[in-house]
């Protein structure tokens, strides 16, 4: 039975935050897309942008293929996208299919903020 994803953000200085709770299908992608008008770029032109799949256990095709498109909209607008709390074999397959060339795996959001911090620095 697919448990319902619900999506909350936080915005810490120029960066939102989306935690995502629940399984990531077709209709839970679906859901991600209306979350906002990622189109248009992040709210109050953030220009860093991370996910957290802590609590995300399963993600099927249709699944990566939303996150693919959410990528692709915010690519265009010079947006830093990062995520952590990947499972393993969740994390290969962002490499597979190419997804992790947009989204960044870091291991914890320290890991993820922290980093952005240090290129911000330079």
């Given at each position: ?51 957290n799949f802590d ?20 690519d265009g607008n ?14 290969k397959m962002f ?28």
């Amino acid at each position: 039975m697919e448990e319902e994803l619900i999506i909350t953000s936080e915005v810490m200085n120029d960066t939102l935050l989306i935690t995502l709770k629940g399984d990531l299908t077709k209709t839970s992608g679906e859901k991600l897309l209306k979350f906002h008008q990622w189109e248009q770029g992040l709210p109050n032109n953030l220009s860093i942008f991370i996910i957290n799949f802590d609590d995300v256990h399963y993600i099927n095709s249709a699944g990566i293929a939303y996150l693919i498109r959410l990528c692709r909209l915010l690519d265009g607008n010079h947006i830093t996208m990062r995520a952590f709390g990947l499972e393993y074999h969740y994390e290969k397959m962002f490499s597979i299919v190419g997804l992790s060339r947009y989204l960044s795996h870091y291991p914890s959001q320290w890991a993820a903020v922290e980093g952005i911090e240090n290129i911000n620095k330079n």
